[in-house]
């Protein structure tokens, strides 16, 4: 059994990874943004694989796994918050997907 919950949490720490990693990339490539909206699922799969780690009892994928889980709160708490750059004091928040498809002409 403890192999199968390594080969799991192994898995869900490579998948979690790329996502995360495309998700941090969206920052210079708008487009990649709409993996940001499933950032909520990511970080409660992350917390999964963290789970799984601890019960396979391997130190090593916990520490990754909470090291990931770490940096995706950071980001999931960094996400909550915008505006724009040159909004008035006090103004509405914005949506990200709302401000990348005003940049095309639609």
Do not use: Y
Request: charged share 10%; net charge positive.
């Amino acid at each position: 059994m403890p192999f199968a919950l390594k080969a799991l949490a192994k898995a869900g720490l490579v998948i979690g990874a790329i996502l995360t990693l495309i998700g941090l990339l969206a920052r210079w490539f708008p487009a990649l943004d709409i993996v940001n909206n499933g950032l909520p699922f990511l970080l409660a799969g992350i917390l999964v694989v963290l789970l799984l780690a601890a019960l396979a009892r391997s130190g090593l994928l916990t520490v990754l796994a909470l090291l990931l889980a770490i940096i995706n709160c950071t980001h999931f708490t960094l996400a909550l918050d915008g505006g724009a750059q040159e909004a008035a004091p006090g103004a509405a928040r914005f949506l990200r997907v709302v401000t990348f498809n005003v940049w095309h002409h639609n």
